[in-house]
């Protein structure tokens, strides 16, 4: 399971690729916490957090992180948005959503990605899958 952590367990995205626009996606890792072990959720998605910011220059973070239960798992979650560019030099408005659900020495990250205006996919339909 270490060796391919960076590899996601599952990955669903609503259209066949090519898409031509933002496709909506979810996906689920599992990473080791390392250190420190046993993480509260928060500290983990503060540092996720910072990562984006830096990938991304317009990161704004709509949902702070908070306390919730992913199948009756102590989680947390949070929301940011941003644009993302791809290769051909289009940008898309995106929102992505976040929980962390710690399992032991590892957790799953479970992310997931929507047009802001949820033009290509809606974020309830992601609550749905989740």
């Not at 992180?65 to 030099?89: C, E, F, L, N």
Request: glycine fraction near 8%; charge should be positive.
């Amino acid at each position: 399971m270490l060796k391919y952590a960076t590899t996601p367990l599952v990955v669903i995205a609503k259209y066949p690729e090519p898409f031509y626009d933002l496709n909506r996606s979810f996906k689920v890792n599992v990473k080791s916490f390392g250190q420190p072990k046993g993480a509260d959720p928060k500290q983990i998605r503060a540092m996720v957090t910072a990562q984006l910011r830096n990938i991304f220059k317009d990161c704004e973070v709509v949902q702070e992180p908070t306390d919730t239960k992913v199948s009756g798992i102590k989680s947390g979650y949070m929301r940011v948005d941003y644009s993302t560019q791809i290769p051909d030099g289009r940008t898309f408005p995106t929102s992505s959503e976040l929980w962390i659900v710690p399992r032991g020495d590892y957790f799953f990250m479970i992310g997931a990605g929507t047009r802001q205006g949820e033009k290509t996919g809606t974020r309830k339909a992601i609550h749905e899958i989740l």
